[in-house]
């Protein structure tokens, strides 16, 4: 499985985790609705973007690639015919997981358009009236008060005094823009239906809304009123995915409105230490201090290491000097393919691919040289084409070899630059689906290195 959404989730957890931690030591027992509001929202937001901040480089790959003439001693042929029969195999065990994601993020997805669409059904044959500046739909079958886009919905035929107090309750959610913080909480939840944090957000962000909306309906009518309305109400059946009037948590919400209320602004103490849990998280949990902020004029070949790196899953004895060795070959080839369009196409040609291992054992700085210049990946896996073309093009007799069976009527011995870019996109994609690396070492302590490793399709 691509290494890629595993970090961003380890990271993201890691964020939701600090910060709701903090949430729960600092102010969860503060009385202060639009402080807490504001905390969960933000920092809901700020965990899907800190890991998102690999984007941003703080220093340009170089433009000419390390002259690194010294290629594997390796050749290696396999032909598509037995890579197609590879993948037509038995389901491989790793697609179990993205499957289940996509069914889950499909439950999900469908179950938000349901949603949508009897809301916006309700509004189409619902009774209409109004509550000061706000619409009122009335339904038989909306089964619990609740509010969004600036519209208010009740069940037909509430008594007059409960509908006054679910009117003065959900017109303080709208007043509030409540609604407006749940839309990405819920577009969130599609995405991250897996996640505990994501629904632990969901659940807490939905309970201070409420608090702050009873608090809003006790300036109206007596605590002891509102309170067996919500007791009584409560016992009446209702759907689990609409937060409601008369929603739980019930027992909190009750004694939120008879308990001494403790409203505190956010101190300076308090804040400061929430800036620097801030500051570490975005230090830790981005790249700013790995793969895209190296030193590249510091990076020396994998041939004056002590020892080159190999794959962690190597267990072969490795010359010190040689990374290629047998695991790398079987990952490799058990994962690349001759693009159909490239066989196609008649699309062959040969690719050299320069990256760096730094000391963390991480792949990054992915380039390639053509025999028309220099290609590289950005860290979503992008091509974009260098303009400073090689002098010199290396090449070698030892190089991996993919052969294909395909068009060869038109295929010349060097496709076009932009044909070749089929090539790197796989070369990209399985070189980033590797697992990570055992760093060099030199002098007893992991450095970074650059490598090369040719690749050269052929159709037959």
């Excluded at 290629?71 to 598509?80: G, K, L, M, Q, S």
């Excluded at 697609?95 to 996509?102: A, N």
Aim: with cysteine.
């Amino acid at each position: 499985m691509n290494a890629i959404p595993i970090d961003y989730l380890l990271r993201l957890s890691i964020i939701w985790g600090a910060l709701l931690v903090y949430y729960h030591f600092f102010l969860a027992k503060n009385h202060n609705w639009q402080l807490r509001r504001v905390y969960l929202f933000s920092t809901y937001l700020l965990g899907i973007l800190i890991p998102l901040l690999p984007a941003v480089q703080l220093n340009p790959l170089p433009e000419v690639l390390p002259d690194l003439s010294v290629i594997p001693n390796f050749a290696f042929e396999t032909a598509a015919v037995q890579l197609e029969a590879v993948e037509s195999r038995a389901f491989s065990w790793w697609l179990v997981i993205p499957l289940l994601y996509g069914i889950g993020v499909f439950v999900q997805l469908c179950l938000f358009l349901k949603n949508s669409w009897q809301i916006w059904r309700w509004k189409q044959v619902g009774e209409r009236s109004s509550f000061g500046r706000y619409a009122i739909v009335e339904h038989h079958s909306i089964p619990s008060p609740f509010a969004g886009w600036r519209t208010i919905f009740l069940p037909r035929k509430l008594d007059e005094e409960l509908q006054s107090v679910a009117c003065l309750h959900e017109a303080a959610h709208l007043r509030s823009h409540h609604n407006l913080e749940r839309l990405p909480l819920a577009l969130g939840q599609i995405l991250f239906w897996f996640h505990p944090l994501q629904w632990y957000y969901n659940h807490a962000l939905s309970t201070v809304q409420e608090y702050q909306a009873d608090e809003a309906v006790l300036q109206h009518i007596p605590t002891k009123t509102y309170g067996h309305i919500l007791i009584q109400q409560s016992m009446q059946p209702t759907h689990q995915w609409q937060a409601g009037l008369f929603a739980s948590p019930l027992k909190q919400r009750i004694n939120m409105m008879v308990s001494q209320k403790n409203k505190q602004p956010w101190r300076l103490p308090q804040m400061s230490l929430f800036l620097g849990l801030l500051g570490l998280l975005v230090f830790s949990c981005s790249d700013m201090m790995s793969p895209a902020g190296l030193d590249y004029e510091n990076v020396i070949s994998h041939l004056e290491a002590d020892q080159a790196p190999v794959l962690v899953t190597s267990s072969e004895e490795t010359p010190s000097k040689q990374f290629v060795n047998p695991t790398l070959l079987k990952t490799i080839y058990s994962t690349i393919k001759y693009p159909a369009t490239a066989r196609r196409d008649g699309i062959e040609g040969s690719i050299l691919a320069n990256f760096i291992v730094d000391e963390q054992g991480k792949l990054n700085a992915l380039a390639f040289a053509t025999p028309d210049g220099y290609f590289k990946a950005d860290p979503s896996g992008k091509i974009k084409a260098v303009d400073v073309k090689p002098a010199n093009f290396i090449s070698s007799d030892d190089e991996v070899v993919i052969v294909g069976y395909g068009n060869t009527e038109g295929k010349t011995s060097a496709s076009p630059s932009g044909n070749l870019e089929i090539l790197i996109e796989e070369i990209t994609r399985v070189m980033t689906t590797l697992p990570d690396w055992k760093p060099a070492m030199k002098d007893g302590k992991a450095v970074p290195v650059s490598m090369d490793l040719s690749f050269r399709y052929k159709l037959e």
